[in-house]
């Protein structure tokens, strides 16, 4: 199984937005030298502790510092942009770093309404529309063509919010999905796509990528504590409305939680893979066992960076890359 990683550009106490964009490229160089087999980079507007706003910006400079390990976007969301500026952006990426590009979409919308608005959002985005335009400016088959895009073979991928398992099938393009979205959701969304997916010239068959959070540490508490920065701040963004920067663990465990936070807290940690390395290993198969995953797309983010990459180094010793 394939493993790659999803980073967020997290900021953390007393680490502002500029470094975190810098620790970003070189986590991306770091993880390459690790067998890595994708980087991707998210898309967030408007939220504090998250400084990875501009994910095809971000995704050239990741490019640009590294030399194998493929490059992209978890993802791009089509209702903030038109169609053409996407299939533009990623044709420019791709005569950059031919073979080296893939393009991660998705249909999340802002993270407030005041977002929304400035995003010029529209309750009536039509994702799958969106989807087919975007698409057909590579095949030419638009009224337009998208220079340099056109003729270029860029991978797409669907993350799966709503109907994404659908879309994807449909499209006949490869599912990105969550652990997060509950056991028995994820599975059943991986068995619609399987049984609907139609062969495509971007596809020829089924293919699922599972994101999740994944720790690993010489003591099963300490992997856990990475999860805790985290978990604790999707917790805060669910009672309080804004993501803050990631603080350490120790200082969130000191500290008391309201009710509702704790439960959000909670929530937040359940489904992730932590432990030692034997631990993560039988989880990891496990979760293979269960969804038919073809790649696994790690996503931790932690306070701690040191011991972010050593879970990472961990993971990749684990399951090594093949040529």
Do not use: C
């Amino acid at each position: 199984m394939k493993l790659s990683v999803l980073d967020r550009s997290r900021t953390r106490t007393g680490v502002g937005h500029a470094e975190a964009l810098r620790e970003t490229v070189e986590f991306a160089r770091s993880v390459e030298a690790l067998g890595y087999h994708r980087f991707w980079v998210s898309e967030h507007h408007g939220v504090p502790g998250v400084a990875g706003s501009a994910p095809t910006v971000l995704a050239a400079a990741v490019a640009g510092a590294t030399t194998r390990i493929r490059v992209g976007t978890g993802g791009v969301m089509l209702p903030n942009h038109r169609p053409l500026v996407v299939a533009e952006q990623f044709g420019v990426l791709d005569a950059l770093f031919p073979g080296r590009i893939d393009m991660g979409l998705g249909r999340s919308v802002g993270f407030t309404q005041p977002v929304r608005r400035a995003l010029g959002q529209s309750d009536a985005t039509d994702f799958d529309a969106q989807l087919d335009e975007l698409l057909s400016y590579f095949t030419d088959t638009a009224r337009v063509r998208a220079y340099p895009a056109v003729g270029r073979h860029v991978p797409a991928f669907v993350l799966a919010t709503g109907a994404g398992a659908g879309v994807a099938a449909a499209h006949g393009l490869p599912l990105v999905i969550g652990a997060f979205r509950g056991e028995e959701a994820m599975l059943e969304a991986i068995s619609t796509y399987r049984s609907t997916f139609r062969p495509s010239s971007w596809s020829s068959s089924p293919y699922v990528v599972v994101s999740t959070a994944v720790a690993v540490a010489d003591t099963t508490e300490d992997a856990w504590r990475l999860l805790v920065p985290e978990a604790w701040s999707m917790a805060y963004s669910r009672t309080h409305g804004e993501f803050p920067a990631l603080r350490a663990p120790e200082e969130i465990l000191a500290a008391e939680m309201r009710p509702r936070e704790r439960q959000y807290f909670e929530e937040s940690l359940r489904g992730q893979l932590y432990g030692t390395p034997t631990e993560v290993r039988k989880a990891v198969e496990e979760l293979r066992a269960r969804t038919g995953a073809d790649e696994l797309l790690v996503t931790t983010s932690t306070f701690d960076r040191t011991a972010l990459l050593a879970s990472y180094r961990h993971l990749a010793t684990l399951f090594p890359a093949h040529p």
